[in-house]
């Protein structure tokens, strides 16, 4: 059920039984060889869908463009300062909170995204804090990154073992494989699985992962294990999701 294909008597609506929403966020930025630019926004709107679907929810528009200052230095990566994320996050959640929706949960593509949507949680957890008013309604924050189940693991180790790394992963991309078959792009990479280490700005990343994955080998990638992972991410975060918006 997404949000911008209700009316706002149809949100109203839902608000008389729910006070929960979803909301995907990813990333735009490069993603090696032969993963879309698109790969973390991607992944984490077709599994917010199939959760919203499958627990009767609400789904927000993706946040597409995340924290990705170290991918810069390969074309067509866009990034928003941390301070920006923060702030995109925060009025998200502010404007929807005023309707009414009290629970948030966000399903992340992106792992640089993780200490900064976090951030923006503990800044609306804490503005309810200091509200002389106290936290009434109150406004409660998840991040759940689509990758994190141990199904979603065990798929992974079963699969890809030590190469699926942890950028441009073939996870990752046969998931946008399944969603989007026209934009695969099967190939041979060389190295087959790309070096490991760290990073800290665009420059810095781009000298030690000259073609942009860490760790991985998205060369194993396929529509078919796409739609393995679709399967179990959705099925394990459905339940999270009602779970969570039962108990908080
Ligand atoms: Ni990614």
Request: charged fraction near 20%; charge should be negative; aromatic fraction near 8%.
């Amino acid at each position: 059920m997404q949000l911008q294909l209700q009316t706002w008597k149809d949100v109203e609506e839902y608000l008389g039984r729910s006070h929960g929403i979803i909301v995907p966020i990813g990333s735009t930025e490069q993603h090696g060889p032969n993963g879309l630019v698109g790969t973390d926004a991607i992944c984490a709107e077709v599994i917010a869908r199939g959760v919203g679907e499958k627990a009767q929810a609400l789904v927000a528009p993706t946040i597409s463009v995340g924290m990705a200052q170290h991918h810069l230095g390969f074309a067509g990566s866009i990034t928003l300062r941390p301070t920006t994320l923060i702030a995109v996050v925060r009025d998200t959640i502010v404007s929807l909170a005023r309707h009414g929706f009290q629970r948030f949960y966000f399903i992340n593509g992106h792992g640089g995204n993780i200490a900064t949507v976090t951030a923006a949680f503990s800044e609306i957890h804490a503005e309810s804090s200091m509200h002389p008013a106290g936290n009434r309604p109150s406004v409660k924050c998840k991040l759940r990154n689509w990758w994190e189940s141990e199904r979603v693991k065990a798929l992974s180790r079963e699969l890809y073992g030590s190469s699926e790394g942890s950028h441009a992963t073939p996870s990752e991309v046969s998931l946008t494989w399944y969603a989007h078959p026209d934009a695969a792009r099967p190939m041979t990479l060389d190295p087959p699985v790309a070096p490991t280490g760290s990073f800290a700005d665009a420059d810095d990343y781009r000298r030690n992962f000259p073609d942009g994955r860490i760790g991985s080998n998205p060369g194993l990638s396929s529509a078919e294990a796409g739609k393995r992972f679709y399967d179990v991410a959705v099925a394990d975060i459905a339940a999270d999701y009602a779970a969570w918006v039962r108990a908080a």
